[in-house]
């Protein structure tokens, strides 16, 4: 059973380019978190996903970023326009699905580093 | 403040030594976390608590839920130990399932 997969690892862009990064979360898992850890700081609650639906993204920048978990594929980190401030480690993370409660162990990738130029 | 607090933040230790990570927070929660980060790699889930002690090798981790406190504990250290030690937690209540982090201690373990 794969785990938690990101691609790519290492990405460089220049400012104003578009950034993907993407997410596969392990087999059988619907729930998917992003989180970002810039230089020098912890990490921080981006979004969290289930298919095709975004439940919570009070972490995300409201402008330039965005993030979709569709039906079928990897969910998607996406950030318009980038600038040096983006430049951090952002990782994904998936859980399984659970009817009975909110406290599910989180299983993270390997994470993205972004370099923007 | 930080609704998570991670003490020390920086930990040298000599091979063999026993070490304690503290962790303190301030709001409700359903779970309690441990991780670890090695330099420029992944992270990976060491326990997850939300009661009394776990314990997995040579790390024990424990949590008093009254006193909002959780320690993790390393047995007869070992350089390969070294790395960021991350305390988190899942605040109680709502739909999601988001973490909430501490800022890691950082753990140096010499021969």
């Known amino acids: 059973n794969a785990g938690v997969m990101q691609n790519p690892r290492h990405l460089v862009r220049r400012r104003g380019q578009e950034a993907r990064l993407r997410c596969s979360p392990m087999?059988?898992?619907?729930?998917v978190y992003w989180y970002r850890q810039l230089p020098e700081e912890g990490l921080k609650f981006m979004v969290y996903l289930q298919k095709e639906n975004i439940i919570d993204e009070s972490g995300m920048p409201k402008e330039r970023f965005s993030a979709e978990f569709p039906k079928e594929g990897p969910s998607i980190l996406r950030i318009q326009q980038v600038v040096r401030g983006d430049s951090a480690a952002y990782f994904c993370?998936?859980?399984?699905?659970?009817?009975?409660?909110?406290?599910?162990?989180?299983?993270f990738g390997p994470g993205t580093r972004l370099t923007v130029l | 403040k930080n609704e998570v607090e991670q003490s020390p933040q920086n930990l040298t230790a000599q091979e063999g030594e026993f070490i304690t990570i503290n962790c303190s927070y301030s709001v409700g929660i359903s779970a309690l976390h441990w991780l670890q980060q090695h330099p420029g790699g992944g992270i990976v889930s060491l326990f997850m608590l939300s009661s009394g002690k776990k314990k997995h090798g040579r790390l024990i981790a424990t949590i008093n839920i009254q006193e909002k406190h959780s320690s993790l504990h390393i047995t007869a250290s070992h350089p390969r130990d070294s790395a960021v030690y991350i305390c988190?937690?899942?605040?109680?209540?709502?739909?999601?399932?988001?973490?909430?982090f501490g800022t890691g201690t950082l753990l140096a373990v010499q021969p």
């Open positions: 087999k059988g898992h619907s729930h």
């Open positions: 988190a937690v899942n605040p109680y209540g709502g739909a999601t399932n988001k973490l909430i």
């Open positions: 993370a998936s859980s399984p699905p659970s009817v009975i409660s909110s406290y599910n162990e989180q299983f």
